[in-house]
């Protein structure tokens, strides 16, 4: 199969009746495309991402990994890795980390969800589409943590009993008001970037001295 698909920045094309095999076939079809799959229960998402998603996308990843320096809790990330649970759903999160299960993983070529724990966090921008979708998914494979920033707000989704609960504290930076993040978030389209996580790492270190 050759797909040719050409899509606007964070335009999202939704298909339904969509088989596995299909899913599949996508997924290495257009693995050299800037473009990310969803696949949920025969239901497929396909979104090419905008700049505005991709400059909060790395920016929120490089606060993850300033605040785990903070907080000394050590992390392993594995960026958009496609995550599947065969028959049934996949996904590729913005990004994606490894916190208390990082021995599990920690040099593995490949990830198998039969056998392997899923990432412990997970981050989704929802600046200009949802991740409603990709939430069942995630809660399908046992993801602990969503962090969801939407441009204007940055929300946090702990699973609870396979259902995901919106809360303000992260079970993994307890210390820290995670939407009080969003403030910085929203700063990355006017200050340098390197200017922006110094300042950035300055304000996490406050927070834990309090």
């Not at 050409?6 to 473009?35: F, N, Q, V």
């Not at 605040?67 to 809790?73: G, L, N, P, S």
């Amino acid at each position: 199969m050759t797909a040719t698909l050409l899509a606007p920045p964070d335009e999202m094309i939704r298909l339904s009746g969509i088989s596995w095999k299909t899913y599949e076939t996508l997924l290495e079809e257009l693995s050299d495309r800037r473009l990310r799959l969803t696949y949920n229960r025969g239901n497929l998402e396909i979104m090419a991402p905008s700049p505005e998603h991709e400059l909060s996308k790395e920016v929120l990843g490089r606060f993850i990994d300033t605040i785990a320096e903070e907080f000394e809790v050590n992390i392993y990330p594995l960026g958009s890795t496609t995550f599947k649970q065969p028959e049934l759903s996949g996904a590729e999160p913005d990004k994606c980390f490894y916190i208390r299960n990082i021995a599990a993983v920690q040099g593995k070529r490949r990830l198998n969800m039969g056998e392997d724990p899923a990432p412990d966090l997970i981050v989704e921008i929802d600046i200009t589409s949802s991740s409603q979708n990709r939430l069942q998914v995630y809660a399908d494979l046992g993801v602990a943590e969503v962090w969801i920033y939407n441009g204007d707000s940055l929300v946090i989704q702990k699973l609870q009993n396979g259902t995901y609960i919106a809360t303000q504290t992260s079970q993994f930076f307890i210390k820290l008001p995670i939407s009080e993040v969003a403030n910085w978030l929203q700063r990355s389209t006017t200050m340098d970037y390197l200017a922006l996580v110094k300042e950035f790492r300055l304000w996490v270190r406050s927070q834990i001295q309090k």
